[in-house]
Structures are given as structure tokens and as C-alpha cells.
């Protein structure tokens, strides 16, 4: 079955950087595309970008250019989303999720379990 | 970049009961809208896409209707198991969700 499996929890100081992965199983990973979505505590659903499995090509939401930077390995079927200089409010769980290739806008039936991130000093 | 707004924040409802959650998007989405259920802790679970189709496995009393800026999200005769926070999405550019609406089980 599709699975995705996300790294564990971080707690990270302010001004570092972060690298959460995400783990595919169970199909074929250069036929999706792995969408991120954040959630800060309390909060709601804030979408961060895209990656092409596939190809490598991302595609980052406005907020996030510059300090997002999106990547995979295919030979382990995983990506990873790095976020960089980071503040408290940066604090949130990270999910990624996947999308068809052929319709990678289209909403996400599989996500991760989801990756605690606390930017703490 | 397309907003969405969600109305009521928060809703409480008796078991049985028919309750309405409305999505409104800053421009004109044509249907390329979704609704999800999220639980505390868990990541979120899809409901119903392109505004009104059903995905697999969820129970027909979720449904959905609207188009281009205003949609809903109908749950008739609420069960126990309906409680959370719901959230539309937009993905006719990119995706934006909305700020959710709580539903509490009185």
C-alpha cells in the first residue's frame, strides 16, 4: 500500500536551518509529484510548494522563496524540504503529500504522518 | 494569489443534525475546489473534490456543491464521528485553504 513516512520530530534554534524527509512506498515515485503543506499549532493549512519526482523541477509558494529549497533522491525514493533561516514562527508540522504527475494540482489522497518542527532557543 | 475565506469559524450540532459550511474564493476557481476533514493529530482526509464528487470511501451524507467563487459543504444527519476541523482548498492555481470551521458534537 502507499506509503509515505516522514522523519521525526526536530527542535531546531533560531537562525538554523531544517531538513525533513519523506519516504515513499509502495508505487512508483518519479510518477508523482510530492506536494508540502505546513500547519502551525492551533492554525490552519498553509501550502508551501512542489517537486516533480521525477524531473527535480519545484515550484515554491511566494512566502517561501529563498528559504525553501526542495529535493529528492530517486535511488531511495525520497524527498526532502529544507527550510532555512528559521523563526518561532516557523514552528509547525510539515506534511508532504502526493499528487499525480499528470494532474499535480489535484488534492492529495496519501500524506505523511506528518513532522514536528519547534524552533526553540 | 487566490483567498479563501470559510463561514462559520466554528459550529456545534446534534447528532442528526444538518449542518452547512461555506467556502468563498477571491476570484472565480470554476469547481477546482476540495473539502477536507482533518482529526486532531492526524494529517488531513480528503472529503469531496471538483466541488461536488465524493471521493471513495466517504459517506454519502458529506456532499458539495457551488462553483466559480461560493460553495458549500453539507453533512446531513451528523454522526458522532463527524467532529473536527474542516478546510476547502483551491487548486485552480497553485493551492490555498481556507481558515477551517470546528465542528463540535453537542
Known amino acids: 500500500q502507499v506509503q509515505l513516512m516522514q522523519s521525526g520530530a526536530e527542535v531546531v534554534k533560531p537562525g538554523a536551518s531544517v531538513k525533513v524527509s519523506c519516504k515513499a512506498s509502495g508505487y512508483t515515485f518519479s510518477d508523482y509529484f510530492l506536494q508540502w503543506v505546513r500547519q502551525a499549532p492551533g492554525q490552519g493549512l498553509e501550502w508551501m510548494g512542489w517537486?516533480?519526482?521525477?524531473?527535480?523541477?519545484?515550484n515554491y509558494a511566494q512566502k517561501f522563496q529563498g528559504r525553501v529549497t526542495m529535493t529528492r533522491d530517486t535511488s531511495i525514493s525520497t524527498a526532502y524540504m529544507e527550510l532555512s533561516r528559521l523563526r518561532s514562527d516557523d514552528t509547525a508540522i510539515y506534511y508532504c503529500?502526493?499528487?499525480?504527475?499528470?494532474?499535480?494540482?489535484?488534492?492529495?489522497?496519501?500524506w505523511g504522518q506528518g513532522t514536528l518542527v519547534t524552533v526553540s532557543s | 494569489d487566490i483567498q479563501m475565506t470559510q463561514s462559520p469559524s466554528t459550529l456545534s450540532a446534534s447528532v442528526g443534525d444538518r449542518v452547512t459550511i461555506t467556502c468563498r474564493a477571491s476570484?472565480?476557481?470554476?469547481?477546482?475546489l476540495a473539502w477536507y476533514q482533518q482529526k486532531p493529530g492526524k494529517a488531513p482526509n480528503l472529503l469531496i473534490y471538483?466541488?461536488?464528487i465524493l471521493q471513495s470511501g466517504v459517506p454519502s451524507r458529506f456532499s458539495g456543491s457551488g462553483s466559480g467563487t461560493e460553495f458549500t459543504l453539507t453533512i446531513s444527519n451528523l454522526q458522532p464521528d463527524d467532529f473536527g476541523t474542516y478546510y476547502c482548498?483551491?487548486?485552480?492555481?497553485?493551492?490555498?485553504f481556507g481558515p477551517g470551521t470546528n465542528v463540535e458534537i453537542k
Open positions: 517537486i516533480n519526482s521525477k524531473s527535480g523541477g519545484t
Open positions: 471538483k466541488a461536488s
Open positions: 482548498q483551491q487548486y485552480e492555481n497553485n493551492w490555498t
Open positions: 503529500a502526493r499528487v499525480p504527475s499528470y494532474d499535480f494540482l489535484s488534492p492529495p489522497r496519501s
Open positions: 476570484q472565480s476557481i470554476t469547481r477546482w
